[in-house]
């Protein structure tokens, strides 16, 4: 199953990694038209345990995936670079109400 990732909903408190900022993504599975919210922490076990997809459309139409990663502290988040040298898309998404 592949989830296209739409908006993401980002804690109030400050954090100095803001990939762990993210609290929730909201997603939807195009190919059956089904949507839902999940954790920032099950959605990266759902893409590395379980080979799941997800993945972000940006305005050309180009697909992105993420990727699974692990910050110091050993907290759980998805991004959609291997290192921050570019701009993650991911971060660049609108937030949910």
């Known amino acids: 199953m ?12 400050p954090h100095h990694n803001p990939y ?3 609290d929730s993504l909201e997603w939807v599975n195009e190919r ?8 920032r922490s099950k ?3 759902w893409i590395k345990n379980e080979d799941g997809e997800a993945y972000i459309i940006d305005q ?4 992105t995936c993420l990727i699974p990663a692990l910050c ?6 998805v991004k ?3 290192d921050e040298s570019q ?3 991911l971060l660049a998404l609108p937030e949910s109400a």
Do not use: C, H, S, W
């Open 80 to 82: 959609t670079v291997k």
């Open 2 to 13: 592949a989830v296209r990732i739409l908006y993401i909903k980002t804690d109030e408190k």
């Open 87 to 89: 701009p993650d898309m």
């Open 20 to 22: 762990v900022a993210i």
């Open 32 to 39: 059956i038209n089904v949507k839902g919210i999940t954790e």
């Open 60 to 63: 050309y139409g180009n697909k």
């Open 72 to 77: 110091p502290e050993g907290n759980k988040y």
């Open 43 to 45: 959605l990266y076990d």
